[in-house]
């Protein structure tokens, strides 16, 4: 007789393409809606899934992992970022976490150097004119934004990511600066020409354009502080498409407002989807709704991602992209 196929919860709507495999492969039950399920929702899908596979739209903390059937064995995320986890507690309930690192780096890099330029160069600014039909002719001060080539970039996490922008920002010319746990390989730092801060708070002071990069966990959470936010030079600029909360949102906005910083590219907010209300409406704040791996082929290959961690778990191995509580 055929093993039983295990009962997986899917919590948003994925591709096409990688829910008709997973009804294949798995006793699947998708969210035809797409709503972001609701806790009473999440509570019941615990109590009886072999695997939830989760986005980061879903809390999963102490008390819904609590919550959880005998059968639940397996969080396949969706998703690279695991900060929305609790991964200790469900790794001491016996309940494996995937993630589908990888997939999403060359994606997300490009869409951080579209907030570098597009902050750099005014560009939201300059759309939204000419939709407005406020493009009278060309001026010769009109628009001025900030040359690109030869700015320092700090990058703060020199992971996947992280070395994937510093890859594109130097063929953009930039300067490759960088903040991290430990030096990139002898390698990598000679193909980039990247300069180590083991000191944070020195390169803060020094770049022209800071990037983040780094996993939100308890040690990075408001890494960006209000007190090393204001270490920032005037004409400074700050990015990120990591996740809010590396950030003190407020800090940062009121820097913005105050013209303490220079501009700002943001992916990611503190509060997600609530964004600090001052941000909006400042012309120097370019905002995107988390659209970093927002392309096709990532969410494809996210998809796949989730199926191989899955399928590998049901046939009794170890998933490929476990995270570990030592990883965080
Ligand atoms: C994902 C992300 O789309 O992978 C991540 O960590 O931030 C996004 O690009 C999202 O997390 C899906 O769960």
Same mark, same amino acid.
């Given at each position: 007789?055929?093993?039983?196929?295990?009962?997986?919860?899917?919590?948003?709507?994925?591709?096409?393409?990688?829910?008709?495999?997973?009804?294949?492969?798995?006793?699947?039950?998708?969210?035809?809606?797409?709503?972001?399920?609701?806790?009473?929702?999440?509570?019941?899908?615990?109590?009886?899934?072999?695997?939830?596979?989760?986005?980061?739209?879903?809390?999963?903390?102490?008390?819904?992992?609590?919550?959880?059937?005998?059968?639940?064995?397996?969080?396949?995320?969706?998703?690279?970022?695991?900060?929305?986890?609790?991964?200790?507690?469900?790794?001491?309930?016996?309940?494996?976490?995937?993630?589908?690192?990888?997939?999403?780096?060359?994606?997300?890099?490009?869409?951080?150097?579209?907030?570098?330029?597009?902050?750099?160069?005014?560009?939201?600014?300059?759309?939204?004119?000419?939709?407005?039909?406020?493009?009278?002719?060309?001026?010769?001060?009109?628009?001025?934004?900030?040359? /690109?080539?030869?700015? %320092?970039? $700090? @990058? !703060?996490?020199?992971?996947?990511?992280?070395?994937?922008? #510093?890859?594109? &920002?130097? +063929?953009?010319?930039?300067?490759?600066?960088?903040?991290?746990?430990?030096?990139?390989?002898?390698?990598?730092?000679?193909?980039?020409?990247?300069?180590?801060?083991?000191?944070?708070?020195?390169?803060?002071?020094?770049?022209?354009?800071?990037?983040?990069?780094?996993?939100?966990?308890?040690?990075?959470?408001?890494?960006?502080?209000?007190?090393?936010?204001?270490?920032?030079?005037?004409?400074?600029?700050? /990015?990120?498409?990591? %996740?809010? $909360? @590396? !950030?003190?949102?407020?800090?940062?906005?009121?820097?913005? #407002?105050?013209? &303490?910083? +220079?501009?700002?590219?943001?992916?990611?907010?503190?509060?997600?989807?609530?964004?600090?209300?001052?941000?909006?409406?400042?012309?120097?704040?370019?905002?995107?709704?988390?659209?970093?791996?927002?392309?096709?082929?990532?969410?494809?290959?996210?998809?796949?991602?989730?199926?191989?961690?899955?399928?590998?778990?049901?046939?009794?191995?170890?998933?490929?992209?476990?995270?570990?509580?030592?990883?965080?």
């Amino acid at each position: 007789m055929a093993a039983r196929k295990p009962k997986v919860i899917v919590t948003r709507k994925l591709p096409d393409s990688v829910e008709v495999r997973m009804r294949e492969l798995f006793d699947t039950e998708l969210n035809e809606t797409d709503e972001p399920m609701s806790r009473k929702a999440l509570i019941d899908a615990v109590g009886r899934c072999d695997v939830l596979a989760s986005t980061i739209t879903d809390r999963i903390d102490a008390g819904l992992i609590a919550k959880a059937g005998e059968k639940l064995k397996l969080i396949a995320n969706f998703g690279a970022g695991v900060d929305h986890i609790d991964v200790p507690v469900a790794n001491a309930a016996g309940i494996i976490v995937t993630n589908t690192p990888g997939v999403l780096t060359e994606d997300t890099a490009d869409l951080t150097m579209t907030l570098m330029m597009a902050t750099l160069r005014r560009v939201v600014e300059g759309a939204n004119m000419v939709q407005a039909g406020e493009f009278t002719g060309w001026a010769p001060t009109a628009m001025l934004g900030r040359r /690109i080539t030869g700015k %320092r970039l $700090g @990058i !703060i996490g020199m992971g996947r990511i992280g070395t994937a922008v #510093a890859r594109r &920002a130097k +063929a953009f010319g930039l300067q490759i600066h960088y903040h991290n746990r430990k030096p990139v390989s002898p390698r990598v730092s000679e193909e980039l020409e990247a300069t180590y801060w083991d000191s944070l708070d020195q390169m803060l002071a020094r770049m022209d354009i800071i990037s983040v990069h780094s996993p939100h966990t308890p040690a990075t959470f408001h890494l960006l502080s209000g007190r090393r936010l204001k270490l920032l030079q005037p004409h400074a600029i700050v /990015i990120n498409t990591a %996740r809010g $909360g @590396i !950030i003190d949102e407020p800090a940062l906005a009121d820097l913005l #407002a105050s013209g &303490a910083i +220079a501009g700002v590219g943001l992916d990611v907010f503190e509060l997600e989807p609530r964004i600090n209300p001052k941000l909006l409406k400042l012309p120097n704040a370019v905002l995107l709704p988390h659209m970093g791996s927002a392309t096709v082929e990532a969410r494809v290959d996210m998809g796949e991602k989730v199926i191989i961690n899955i399928k590998t778990w049901m046939d009794g191995h170890k998933p490929p992209d476990r995270v570990l509580p030592q990883m965080l």
